[in-house]
């Protein structure tokens, strides 16, 4: 079992920043991948960004340029570090770690981003 632990969503406006965190702990040692979704109100949940054990990094062609993701593998901790947000990355953000097969999912943290 992987617990994550979501922090740093809240109130921006547009073209300001954020930083999420995202806290991991039990199996850590087995987690490969993390990364961070988002889901809007009506909407399907979509990747944001992803990150390796290695570092090796995806993103979303609607956030390249303007969001990056770290790890921290001492901390057991991953980052997304969001900047030049705009109104439509409003929505909750959620953290997910790949075990195996399995996937784990933060509670998540709402990100609003007022024009």
């Known amino acids: 079992q992987v617990q994550l632990v979501e922090s740093g969503g809240g109130l921006v406006q547009a073209g300001g920043s954020l930083r999420l965190s995202c806290a991991a702990s039990g199996n850590i040692r087995s987690i490969g991948v993390m990364g961070w979704y988002h889901q809007a109100p009506g909407k399907q949940r979509e990747l944001v960004a992803t990150i390796t054990s290695r570092g090796s990094t995806n993103y979303a062609d609607s956030v390249k340029g303007r969001f990056t993701i770290s790890r921290d593998n001492a901390k057991n901790t991953v980052y997304l570090q969001m900047n030049s947000l705009k109104p439509e990355d409003t929505a909750v953000y959620l953290c997910?770690?790949?075990?195996?097969?399995?996937?784990?999912w933060g509670q998540g943290t709402q990100v609003t981003v007022s024009s």
């Open positions: 997910n770690a790949v075990v195996w097969v399995t996937n784990y």
